[in-house]
């Protein structure tokens, strides 16, 4: 089992940037596929991009080009810089963790508390 802590959420202006941090605890880091969702009310909770266990990375199509992820395994902590932000991606912002199986990523089943990222 992992937990999952975010933080780094907040308002700017479009345009701008934010860096949300993810800091992973619990059992052993590296098994586990790790991904970032976001979540408007009324809609259904969007992948936003994927770090899988093979160090593969992707991206959902409305954030290619302005987001990035990365982990610092020596610190457990997964990062999504987010650049050009547009209002479009004001949202809940989680971090979620999924078992791996058969070198597969499993769904995801570990989540964050969620942080909040607002762009006007």
């Known amino acids: 089992h992992v937990q999952l802590v975010e933080s780094g959420g907040g308002s700017v202006q479009a345009g701008g940037s934010l860096s949300l941090s993810c800091v992973v605890s619990?059992?052993?880091?590296?098994?586990?596929?790790m991904a970032w969702f976001r979540e408007v009310p009324g809609k259904e909770r969007e992948g936003v991009a994927e770090?899988?266990?093979?160090?593969?990375?992707t991206f959902a199509d409305s954030v290619k080009g302005r987001f990035t992820i990365s982990t610092d395994n020596a610190k457990n902590i997964l990062t999504l810089q987010m650049n050009s932000l547009k209002p479009e991606d004001t949202a809940m912002y989680y971090c979620?963790?999924?078992?791996?199986?058969?070198?597969?990523?499993?769904?995801?089943?570990?989540w964050g508390q969620g942080t909040q990222v607002t762009v006007s």
């Open positions: 770090f899988d266990n093979h160090g593969a990375t």
């Open positions: 979620a963790a999924a078992i791996v199986s058969g070198g597969y990523c499993r769904p995801y089943s570990y």
């Open positions: 619990g059992d052993t880091y590296s098994t586990y596929c």
